[in-house]
Structures are given as C-alpha cells and as structure tokens.
C-alpha cells in the first residue's frame, strides 16, 4: 500500500516563494499520474496541478504562471515549487496519486479531480502572509 508524505509547507510572505514535496513509499508511483491539491479553511478541496507519468503537466488556472509541477521518479518524489505566493494561497496542500491509472487512460489531466485520485497524502500546511 502506498504511503504518500508531503513537507515543505509553512509560513511565506506575499511574492515569496515554497517548494512542497511529497515523497511516496511502498509502491512505485513512476507510471501512474500525480496531482496536487489544496483546501482552504471553509472551502472545498481544489486542483492545483498535475503531471502524468511521462512528464506531461497540466495547471489549473490559480497556478499558471505561478507554480511548476515536477517528479522525480529516481527519488518517488512529487514537487511543487510555489513562486509569487499570495495570501489566496493559504491552505492545506495535498498530494495525491492514481495508482489505478484511472488519470492518464480513463480521464485527462485537464479533466481530473479529486475524485480520479485514489491515494493521498496527509498534507502540509501554507499559510502566505499579507
């Protein structure tokens, strides 16, 4: 069963800058699709960005031009590296797995949510300040 651990998150101030990672164990996760998500206090859980086992990436709007998804497969490891950080960016940060292969072959990145993804991690905490 795979165990999915997420770090890097803490205190930025505006236009600052994090890099989130989220290192899997116990199951390669190399071929299959990989996202982040994030939740702030009182909302729903939303996409962030997601890459496919080929490197593929795909953003959904708060991240353009903000954000870059990466893995390294070498290390099992997603990254997030967060630039020009706002306060609108201040949640929980999750990362997440389909290790069916659910996004990739029945769903596209641009189309995933949280729904298609099967394993999570526990998340880490963002908090930008103004």
């Known amino acids: 069963q795979v165990r999915l651990v997420e770090s890097g998150g803490g205190l930025a101030q505006t236009g600052g800058s994090l890099t989130l990672s989220c290192t899997a164990s116990?199951?390669?996760?190399?071929?299959?699709?990989m996202g982040w998500f994030r939740q702030a206090p009182g909302k729903e859980r939303e996409g962030v960005a997601f890459?496919?086992?080929?490197?593929?990436?795909s953003y959904r709007e708060l991240a353009k031009g903000r954000f870059t998804i990466s893995r390294d497969n070498s290390k099992n490891t997603l990254y997030l590296q967060m630039d020009n950080l706002k306060p609108e960016d201040t949640a929980v940060y999750y990362c997440?797995?389909?290790?069916?292969?659910?996004?990739?072959?029945?769903?596209?990145?641009?189309?995933?949510?949280?729904?298609?993804?099967?394993?999570w991690g526990q998340g880490t905490e963002v908090t930008v300040s103004s």
């Open positions: 997440a797995a389909s290790l069916t292969g659910r996004v990739g072959m029945v769903v596209g990145l641009e189309e995933a949510s949280a729904s298609d993804f099967g394993s």
């Open positions: 890459i496919n086992s080929d490197g593929r990436t």
């Open positions: 116990g199951y390669p996760t190399r071929s299959y699709a």
